[in-house]
């Protein structure tokens, strides 16, 4: 069966960098779009960006421009994200979500991690 | 991209039915059949329950329904149960390799 293990809770400092990983199972991983959403807080779900993992392209939404880092290791099935610059705004709970409908923001999902960002 | 816009809140009763609506514009809802629809229980990961507007993915019960029309897409629940009470949160693909959520809503089930 198809499963995304995410990586444990963090916390971080203001300006400082996380990185999350999201190991996958159950299915060829280079074979689907990778999602990356977050959830602050009392807000709502929060699209991020995705990523290909067979050739790496990214797209994500503007205002994380020059702080998020989406990569992978298919050696291991694991999807990464990073990101940089964080401020108590980015305290959240980041998902990774596999699209293997290919027309959704993931299908299936992995646990959450929760990121902390406090001085 | 602004998020969807999909009201704060509704309520039921058991046995009943709810529509959640969810307005986009034309450069997401109205212009792609794209349309997903998540149920969010507290401290779990979402999950998918409808999927291009109308399909279920295997496994969710046939209470939950998806249309759209023009630029706002609906997702009904009939026969309410108490653990259809969630957040829910409609999703679109938009241009250029976008995707975007609507701000949730919370279902209570009286």
């Known amino acids: 069966q198809v499963q995304l293990v995410q990586s444990g809770a963090e916390v971080k400092k203001p300006g400082a960098s996380v990185k999350v990983s999201c190991k996958a199972s159950?299915?060829?991983?280079?074979?689907?779009?990778m999602h990356w959403v977050r959830q602050a807080p009392g807000q709502g779900l929060e699209w991020m960006g995705h990523f290909n993992p067979k050739s790496g392209d990214t797209y994500f939404v503007q205002k994380f421009q020059g702080r998020v880092t989406m990569t992978r290791d298919t050696s291991i099935n694991t999807a990464y994200m990073e990101l940089s610059s964080l401020s108590s705004d980015d305290t959240a709970i980041y998902y990774c979500a596999s699209d293997t409908v290919r027309t959704t923001c993931g299908d299936y999902w992995g646990q959450g991690t929760l990121v902390t960002v406090s001085s | 991209q602004s998020a969807l816009t999909q009201p704060a809140s509704v309520s039921g009763s058991p046995g009943q039915s709810i529509t959640i609506s969810c307005t986009g514009t034309?450069?997401?809802?109205?212009?792609?059949?794209?349309v997903s629809w998540y149920q969010h229980h507290p401290d779990k990961a979402p999950k998918l329950i409808i999927y291009?507007?109308?399909n279920r993915p295997s496994g969710v019960s046939n209470r939950f329904s998806g249309s759209k029309s023009g630029n706002t897409a609906s997702l009904t629940i009939s026969g309410l149960q108490a653990e259809d009470e969630a957040d829910y949160y409609c999703s679109s693909y938009s241009y250029s390799n976008i995707w975007v959520f609507g701000g949730g809503t919370k279902l209570t089930v009286l």
């Open positions: 034309s450069s997401d809802i109205s212009h792609f059949d794209y």
């Open positions: 291009e507007v109308t």
């Open positions: 159950g299915y060829t991983f280079t074979d689907y779009w």
